[in-house]
């Protein structure tokens, strides 16, 4: 797949287990489980239509249809990126939250604002860090960027 998309393949072992809990070949990443679908997945077609948009489309059209077709192409890779790092990003949250002992973003930010966290600070940092680069994974990977050395978390 391109490397414009930000969009990682599905690695084989995900595609193997998969394969031997649906009972086929091949089996592929689908919303919350896995679907009974062969190749090519969801994500690997919507791959495909963002490449026919910025390779046959983008190139002979101007204007406004110009930018339209461009915001197209950025959120078909944008499902196709959540398509693929989205379950295995919303198990990775859930956990974090759990860790700082709240079910969701609701309770996390009133944990915030009445102080109950503050002894934890450096762990909330982390965990909203790292929440933030998940979003930014989906929305725009080429945003994601390392923390400089040396700097600080807060």
């Known amino acids: ?22 009972g086929s070949s091949q089996g592929v990443p689908h919303g919350t489980g896995w679907a009974p679908h062969d190749a090519p997945s969801a994500a690997e077609l919507l791959d495909a239509v963002r490449e026919f948009l910025e390779s046959e489309v983008f190139p002979v059209v101007e204007g406004r ?3 339209h077709v461009r915001v197209a192409t950025n959120v078909v890779a944008m499902v196709a990126r959540e398509l693929v790092l989205g379950p295995g990003q ?11 002992g709240v079910a969701d973003e609701a309770q996390l930010a009133e944990a915030i604002r009445s102080g109950s966290l503050d002894e934890r600070r450096n762990e909330v940092i982390a965990a909203v860090r790292a929440t933030v680069a998940d979003k930014l994974a989906v929305a725009n990977p080429a945003y994601v960027r390392p923390l400089e050395p040396g700097a600080s978390s807060g």
């Open 90 to 100: 919303a198990g990775e949250h859930a956990a974090r939250l759990a860790g700082l």
């Open 1 to 22: 797949m391109s490397d414009r998309s930000g969009l990682p393949p599905v690695p084989q072992t995900v595609r193997s287990s998969a394969a031997s809990e649906a």
């Open 65 to 67: 249809v110009r930018f």
